[in-house]
């Protein structure tokens, strides 16, 4: 006997089973939330404003004898120089500024546009001007100064390192008078009471380890600059 041909399944029942199938999987991948996969710009509220955009503003200040570290101990930027007593060198340590102002025909009074770069270092020798900017980041570093140590040191010969720490120093006059050099930092200061011939102190004066100096005629304390 044969048996029975199965007959095959209707083609419009087939259709049907497909586009229920169809309907279910879109019910579940559309199940979640209608935002899902859109995105959204960042608030402008919650946005981290850059350094670059930080405001400027006015800057002014009177500086004496000494280093000045830009970044640290003045803010970058382009600076107008107006004499405020005395008479000797203004130069930038690694840049072009190199005035020598005072009073009298062979100095100047005033310079213009000077422009301090950061990681650069001012330096003033034996005078004391005020320099002005119109618009600078007033943002500084802290300095690292926590070796220096404070000391006072009479007449004679010095290392740094061995004698005193190494370190950053505000020189002040303690009594008499003459010189205090250390060619290691182009260190060469005439320290005095009589402020016609010489200046009282030098402000953040730079000493590393195995730095020389060399004090003929005044007692003057180190003390560790901020």
Known sequence: MYSKAMKPKSKSALAIVIAMALVVALTACGGGSSEAGKTTAPSAKNAVPSSATEAKKAY?????????????????????????????????????????????????????????????????????????????????????NTSAKEIVLSSGKYTAGKDFQPGYYDITLVSGSGNVICEDNQLNAMIGSDTSMFVKGYKNVPFKDGNKLDIEGPKVKLTPSK
């Open 60 to 144: 002014a200040s009177t500086l004496e004898a000494g280093y000045y570290e830009i970044g640290i101990d003045i803010p970058a930027g382009t600076y107008d120089f107006e004499l405020v007593s005395g008479s000797g060198n203004v130069f930038d340590i690694g840049d072009s500024v190199n005035l020598m102002m005072g009073k009298g025909e062979n100095f100047q009074q005033s310079y213009k546009n000077a422009e301090l770069k950061d990681g650069n270092t001012l330096v003033l020798s034996q005078c004391s001007i005020k320099i002005s900017s119109k618009a600078v980041n007033a943002s500084l570093k802290k300095r690292d």
